[in-house]
């Protein structure tokens, strides 16, 4: 009888020590600390090429503190904020040179990428000072690109990303249609030509969805909120060519940061 309590008692204490040591353990585990920086990479379209008040420390970069991850940044007070988005950037350059912020305690991740990999720049540079016909013709060499090489690009990107910051929510934001077809423009490109531009920048976007949505991450489509504010809308959010500043053509102003960008990204963030 005094074998049995014996076993008894010590069971007992045996328990008592595990559920000690496994509660302490579980409140360890609540208290390590929750995931909520924010990172911002990308393009110009995200370090807010064309929104004006460029961070001078950010060089060439060009990152604007009206660009909508500033914009959002400010408004939510995330518990740390990296914004290594670049004027120019293309996927490899996002995987070299942006990725260093990302980390365990990331838990918010925003990125647009692509458009130069497809040859944003050149295709934009054609258009507006070669025949029509060329210019047709590197939309349709953009496309290709788009069908060939460009998703294995974005999933180096994708990948890296999730690898380095594996508790984060990715958006991947896309790019607007440039212009109002039918609208106020009575110079210029032709209407073949815009038409053009805008199903390729439609084409880019949904190669683009594709390869988020297959690796988990949100896609941001800003065409909805920049409907209106094309080129040629009479309230245009994107600059046209602009001799002066050539590098802002055909970016998004402030007003389509803070109103075409930034309501598409709070909302999938």
Not at 5 to 11: K, M, V
Not at 43 to 63: E, F, L, Q
Not at 117 to 131: E, H, Y
Not at 172 to 186: A, D, E, N, Q
Request: glycine share 12%; proline share 3%; net charge positive.
């Amino acid at each position: 009888m005094r074998l049995s309590r014996t076993t008894a008692y010590l069971s007992s204490l045996l328990l008592s020590i595990a559920f000690t040591l496994t509660g302490a353990a579980a409140a360890q585990a609540d208290q390590s600390p929750k995931a909520t920086g924010y990172v911002a990479l990308g393009d110009s379209y995200s370090s807010g090429v064309g929104a004006g008040a460029y961070d001078s420390g950010s060089g060439s970069c060009k990152r604007s503190t009206r660009a909508y991850p500033a914009l959002w940044a400010a408004a939510h007070s995330p518990s740390s904020f990296n914004f290594t988005a670049c004027a120019g950037a293309r996927t490899g350059d996002v995987v070299a040179n942006q990725l260093g912020p990302l980390g365990s305690g990331t838990g918010l991740v925003s990125v647009s990428v692509g458009g130069n990999d497809a040859g944003f720049s050149d295709v934009m540079t054609t258009c507006v000072l070669q025949s029509e016909s060329s210019c047709l013709s590197r939309i349709a060499q953009a496309r290709s690109y788009v069908d060939s090489t460009l998703p294995g690009n974005l999933d180096k990107v994708y990948s890296a990303i999730k690898t380095k910051a594996p508790s984060a929510r990715v958006v991947v934001l896309g790019y607007p249609r440039f212009y109002k077809l039918g609208g106020s423009c009575t110079a210029g490109l032709s209407e073949r030509e815009r038409s053009a531009i805008n199903d390729a920048a439609d084409y880019l976007n949904a190669a683009t969805a594709k390869r988020a949505a297959d690796h988990g991450f949100a896609f941001g489509d800003v065409t909805r909120t920049f409907s209106g504010h094309e080129i040629c809308s009479g309230s245009a959010w994107l600059h046209s060519v602009n001799w002066l500043n050539i590098g802002e053509s055909y970016h998004p102003t402030a007003a389509g940061q803070s109103g075409g960008y930034l309501p598409v990204f709070t909302s999938a963030a």
